[in-house]
């Protein structure tokens, strides 16, 4: 190490520009350029480096570098309370969980129907994976995804996005497993729970045995003396529905949801499809701030100039405050379920943001395939004198390709060789599949990704691709590769040697004699070499052992034994017969 090292770890991104890497190591960036290209990678100022060179670079220069944290979607509950007197009410986000079949949908649908606001405005049912409804002067955001796959999504997702929790258990059949899921789910995330004690219309209804079963798990009703809210209903007959919605209303009030409507906005993507005439369409819940169209959104891999906002009935709106899901057209992509979103000041910042989590994308995705066996390259192997091993190299930059190929051509010894058929600079293509292909070839990526089209090529044409992030990592396995391809070497150890005393019959394949152990031991099956006074003049095994006229396992050095010998040399007294093993092992470059 070059300077002390520093106490503080520095966090550094998956990927990094160099000039940003030198800038949070408060070193000059022509010392950080130095360094790596000490390692072999040759890079400029703006170049990208991925984390883990990052990290050998930093440790080298004294640092100890951390990977970033993964930035966690901010929970609905981790966003700091507005100061007191700051912002107005915002609407509560409820998600309604529940066992399959125990009326979550019709409980939706009875809330909606239930709305008069929707009744006026003609109620076209439009699915945008929530919608609001008015109870008195305030609204209710009620999170709809419908469908049971949608329902894993929410799981996962939604108690995060939500701000109360419907938990839906049906009177006629008691808590389920995924009861106790979705109780555990909402819970975890802190959100309001609000127990809807459904079907009680029903004739086998029986809410004391779902209170009876919930109390199990911790949570007292409020008329048994507990904190829970529970309120039993009936999806089908409108039963306690208005009741339902004012206890979540009064269950949000202990949040004080209040949002700043003038603030840029931020949220959730709730929802996102490819629409066959608009493009990509997603579902933005706001949770601060306002919405309007021509603003500026990012979201993960996507951004959005907002083209149009339509609430949940269809009707185009010019702006979307605190609480609102809007359908909004205008995605460059289709946006994620779940991620958030935020709203930036242009498209060049948007951009930017887009570009940076896909080149982290890109990055992430490189995983390497697999450790590649020699069975699997044997047509990229040309057998002559010296055994080379044909690859195709592609790397992002030529600084990079320059100092890979050098590397790559320095490794070979008199028996094996590298031979790169072609290198250049970019994306892994097709024709760079097709060139693999025809000679045979590996093809080793560098800092470069393998879109789907391609790699799909490749697996049909079993061409075989190494994506590496890390310059060592892929010469170590080029290395290893060529290691294999040498021929292993035979390690040979005696393990003992009989000197020959007597000898009592001879035939063509045997030799029955006897004699003493010199040294080491003796024992059947073993191979061995005849030789007659030092010079090796035939092999042979040893197919029985005998001590005192007893079949022996084994005979020690000083000790006599007589032995029958299987082989075509004939053996005479004074021959020395020498037992030995042999290893291959693999050869290293
Ligand atoms: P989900 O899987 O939780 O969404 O359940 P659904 O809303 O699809 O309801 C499952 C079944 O229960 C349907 O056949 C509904 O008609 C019925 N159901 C739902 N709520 C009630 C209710 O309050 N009373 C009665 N009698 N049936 C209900």
């Known amino acids: 190490m070059s300077e002390e090292a520093t106490t503080k770890p520095i966090q550094i991104a998956a990927a990094v520009t160099v000039s940003d890497f030198a800038a949070s190591l408060g070193t000059p960036v022509t010392k950080v350029i130095g360094e790596l290209m000490k390692n072999g990678v040759m890079a400029t100022i703006n170049e990208t480096i991925d984390f883990d060179t990052a990290a050998i670079i930093g440790s080298d220069l004294g640092f100890e570098i951390i990977p970033e944290p993964v930035v966690v979607e901010p929970s609905v509950k981790d966003r700091p309370k507005l100061a007191e007197g700051v912002g107005v009410a915002r609407p509560p986000i409820v998600a309604v969980m529940g066992h399959v079949d125990h009326g979550k949908t019709s409980l939706l649908d009875a809330i909606r129907s239930a709305d008069v606001a929707a009744g006026e405005a003609g109620g076209i049912t439009q699915h945008i994976g929530a919608y609001q409804i008015k109870r008195g002067e305030r609204w209710i955001t009620f999170l709809d995804t419908p469908g049971h796959e949608a329902f894993t999504a929410i799981r996962k997702h939604g108690a995060r996005m939500t701000d109360v929790a419907v938990i839906v258990v049906a009177a006629d059949d008691g808590v389920k ?12 995330a802190g959100v309001q729970l609000v127990i809807a004690v459904n079907k009680v219309d029903k004739p086998g209804a029986d809410p004391n045995r779902v209170r009876q079963e919930l109390s199990e798990l911790g949570l007292v009703a409020e008329e048994w003396g507990g904190t829970t809210v529970m309120v039993d209903v009936s999806a089908k007959t409108g039963q306690n529905v208005e009741q339902l919605l004012d206890m979540v209303l009064l269950v949000a009030d202990i949040e004080d949801l209040r949002a700043e409507e003038d603030a840029a906005s931020d949220g959730f993507i709730i929802e996102s499809h490819l629409d066959p005439g608009r493009g990509p369409v997603a579902t933005l819940l706001v949770l601060n701030g306002t919405l309007n169209t021509g603003d500026i959104v990012v979201c993960g891999n996507a951004y959005c100039k907002i083209r149009s906002l339509e ?12 609480g609102m899901p809007v359908a909004v057209s205008g995605f460059k992509a289709v946006p994620n379920f779940g991620d958030s979103f935020r709203e930036v000041a242009d498209e060049k910042t948007a951009r930017e943001l887009v570009s940076k989590v896909a080149r982290q994308d890109s990055i992430k995705s490189m995983v390497k395939v697999k450790k590649i066996g020699l069975e699997e390259l044997q047509g990229a192997i040309t057998a002559g004198n010296v055994k080379e091993l044909n690859v195709v190299v592609k790397a992002d930059v030529q600084g990079s390709l320059e ?12 028996e ?7 290198s250049g600079v970019g ?9 693999a292909k025809t000679t045979g070839a590996l093809l ?4 470069v990704s393998l879109s789907s089209a391609v790699k799909q090529l490749a697996n049909r044409e079993q061409v075989n691709v190494q994506l590496y992030r890390v310059i060592y990592e892929l010469l170590d396995d080029v290395r290893d590769i060529l290691g294999q391809m040498l021929p292993p070497e035979i390690i040979e150890t005696v393990t003992g040697e009989l000197k020959i005393l007597g000898v009592f019959k001879t035939t063509k394949t045997a030799v029955v004699c006897g004699g003493q152990v010199v040294s080491g031991k003796v024992a059947p099956k073993t191979v061995m070499r005849i030789t007659r006074k030092g010079e090796v003049i035939g092999t042979g095994t040893l197919t029985s052992l005998q001590k005192d006229k007893q079949e022996a396992k084994e005979v020690f050095e000083g000790e006599q034994c007589g032995t029958n010998v299987s082989t075509v040399t004939p053996i005479e007294v004074g021959d020395v017969l020498q037992f030995f093993t042999t290893e291959s092992k693999a050869r290293t470059l």
């Open 177 to 188: 497993p995924q009861t106790k899921e979705a109780i555990k789910h909402a819970q975890d």
């Open 311 to 322: 609430d949940y009935r269809g009707k185009r709106i010019k702006k979307a405050g605190p």
């Open 403 to 414: 100092s890979l190929t050098e590397s790559l051509n320095n490794l070979r010894n008199d």
């Open 416 to 422: 094996v060789a590298v031979k790169i058929i072609q």
């Open 427 to 435: 994306e892994l293509s097709e024709s760079d599949i097709t060139l």
């Open 444 to 447: 080793l990526g560098f800092n």
